[in-house]
């Protein structure tokens, strides 16, 4: 009836009492009810979700292997073979959702595992019908493989570089042939620590600083591949110099950058001492004073304040850490989302 008054223009309901109607009288026990509702939403446009899993656990229910037909309900009464061209109908042009798993934080060097599991009212699994693949500009494009239990997955490799940090960001994408039928958004933080100490010798002819630095990420160090130090030098407050340390030696778990000034270049003069990790911008770790009194404790030693005594060599050991972490821990996110209006071929 109604879309023979949609046919002929003289449709004059109220279509959200209707909506309410037909939410109210949902039957996931009987056929007739759930395909009739499908066709009314159709007609009317209307916004109702139907539960996906009950309707398809009713197409079992009211299957029968032995004499191939269906019946109407979970009673199993009555038969009528129109119900295959509903189930057909439904499953070819209803509505495709996503389910995409993945982690929500994860640390540089690690791995994201990205599954995907999809239906629609009556369809669970697709065949081979569809692919999925990861898409990111950031990390490069991965192939989502289907497993057993009907999942698309894989395991995404975060690498320890800087434009892995702090977010990254890519699209789930569906494809028919080299067409593509959806998308799903991803986006997630990742995390790192910077572990490193300093040393510095502090001469009446020199200073020498080595600095050890490791990047600690999935339970383990790193070496700094792309990192860098430097230090400014000032001389009565006015930038004077630019200095880069030496990567002397990578050891397994950290990376060693060693400078040496001697004092006959440099006079006295003021250290701000920087550290590059390559994925953030340099951050300054450490200052130091090389030549004159300063108002400081004199014998007070460390390297914002080493000893005047230029008569014996001074090392100061100072370990640091700097956190470049947001939210620790690993947080898994479930959602879905009506992404498709394909239809099944």
């Not at 109702?48 to 109407?72: G, R, S």
């Not at 370990?319 to 972490?325: G, Q």
Request: charge should be negative; aromatic fraction near 14%.
């Amino acid at each position: 009836m109604i879309y023979i008054l949609k046919s002929l223009n003289l449709y004059a309901k109220d279509s959200q009492k209707i909506e309410h109607y037909v939410v109210s009288n949902l039957n996931y026990n009987n056929i007739k009810n759930i395909y009739y509702s499908y066709k009314i939403a159709e007609i009317l446009n209307l916004t109702i979700d139907f539960e996906a899993y009950l309707t398809q656990e009713l197409v079992q229910n009211i299957y029968d292997d032995k004499l191939h037909e269906f019946y109407i309900a979970t009673n199993r009464e009555v038969i009528n073979q129109e119900i295959f061209l509903w189930l057909c109908e439904m499953a070819r042009n209803s509505e495709i959702g996503f389910n995409v798993e993945y982690s929500n934080v994860v640390d540089l060097g690690e791995f994201n595992t990205i599954s995907v599991l999809i239906s629609n009212l009556i369809v669970r699994d697709f065949g081979s019908v569809l692919k999925f693949k990861f898409e990111s500009d950031q990390l490069g494009t991965f192939d989502l493989n289907k497993t057993q239990d009907g999942k698309y997955t894989n395991d995404i490799p975060v690498p320890i570089r800087a434009n892995s940090y702090p977010e990254v960001k890519g699209w789930v994408y569906a494809y028919e042939g080299t067409e593509k039928k959806g998308e799903f958004y991803i986006s997630f933080t990742t995390t790192y620590m910077l572990n490193y100490t300093i040393e510095s010798t502090i001469t009446s002819t020199s200073a020498s600083f080595q600095i050890n630095s490791s990047i600690f990420s999935n339970q383990k160090p790193h070496l700094l591949t792309f990192g860098k130090a430097f230090t400014r030098i000032y001389k009565d407050n006015i930038l004077s110099d630019l200095k880069y340390f030496n990567l002397t030696s990578d050891s397994p778990k950290y990376s060693i950058f060693s400078l040496t000034v001697e004092r006959e270049d440099i006079g006295d003069c003021y250290f701000e001492i920087f550290l590059d990790d390559g994925i953030r911008p340099a951050i300054k770790i450490a200052n130091a004073t090389f030549g004159q009194d300063s108002n400081e404790d004199p014998n007070k030693d460390s390297l914002d304040n080493p000893s005047k005594d230029y008569g014996a060599d001074i090392k100061v050991a100072i370990p640091l850490m700097v956190f470049f972490t947001t939210v620790p821990g690993s947080v898994i996110v479930m959602s879905t989302k009506k992404l498709m209006k394909s239809k099944t071929r």
